[in-house]
């Protein structure tokens, strides 16, 4: 088992581009979460997804932030156009549940790395 | 409305004594409760997890945990620490699809 796979693994940007981050969860699991980390705010949520379908979008900073799973293997995080304040590092988590996700344990992406200069 | 509240946010204890990590979650009800570990430029790794079996909880690692449902808490130990131990924990309770991620505790093993 490969893990949960996210790239690419840096990204170094200038504002006002578009950034694409990508994630492809563990063979099975249903449900799919993407996080972000920075040292002011420690980690947060940022989205959700079971079977595909988002759940809970309420941590979304913002319109330029949006992400979509268009099958059980991958998943976007993109951010249009990004700003200074997006540089973070994004983990992607998948779990598998049959009943919420809220029993499970997840297992995390080793994390993309952003820069917005 | 659930929360954590992990007490210290570093905690500094020389290699080979004891480690605590404090955790205490307000619910009205039993959540699952799992301990995650960050090491430097890592992703999170799970620990243990408390999913209302036993109450005292052993993970990897040497570490172990106990629910104490009076006063909600679940607290993170291990008898020896090792500088490898040297990294952020969380605590995550979470229930009905919240999920809910501490502020962290960065444990420093001094030698």
């Known amino acids: 088992d490969a893990g949960v796979i996210q790239s690419p693994r840096h990204e170094v940007t200038e504002m006002g581009q578009e950034v694409t981050l990508r994630c492809k969860p563990i063979s099975g699991h249903d449900y799919l979460f993407w996080y972000r980390q920075t040292m002011m705010r420690g980690l947060e949520l940022l989205i959700y997804?079971?079977?595909?379908?988002?759940?809970?979008d309420s941590g979304m900073p913002e319109d330029r932030f949006s992400a979509k799973m268009p099958n059980a293997s991958f998943s976007t995080l993109k951010i249009q156009p990004s700003e200074p304040r997006d540089s973070a590092v994004y983990f992607c988590a998948s779990s598998r549940t049959s009943g919420g996700p809220s029993s499970y344990e997840q297992y995390f992406g080793p994390g993309t790395r952003l820069t917005v200069t | 409305a659930q929360s954590v509240t992990q007490l210290d946010s570093h905690v500094s204890v020389s290699e080979g004594t004891p480690v605590l990590l404090r955790c205490n979650y307000s619910?009205?009800?039993?959540?699952?409760l799992f301990w995650y570990v960050q090491h430097p430029n890592k992703g999170l790794q799970l620990l243990l997890k408390?999913?209302?079996?036993?109450?005292l909880v052993k993970g990897i690692n040497g570490f172990e945990a106990e629910f104490k449902k009076s006063e909600t808490s679940f607290h993170l130990t291990k008898p020896s620490a090792h500088m490898s131990d040297a990294a952020e924990y969380f605590c995550v309770p979470n229930r009905d699809d919240k999920i809910i991620f501490g502020k962290g505790t960065r444990l420093h093993i001094l030698p």
């Open positions: 997804f079971n079977n595909n379908v988002p759940i809970d």
């Open positions: 408390y999913t209302s079996a036993a109450t």
């Open positions: 619910s009205s009800y039993s959540p699952s």
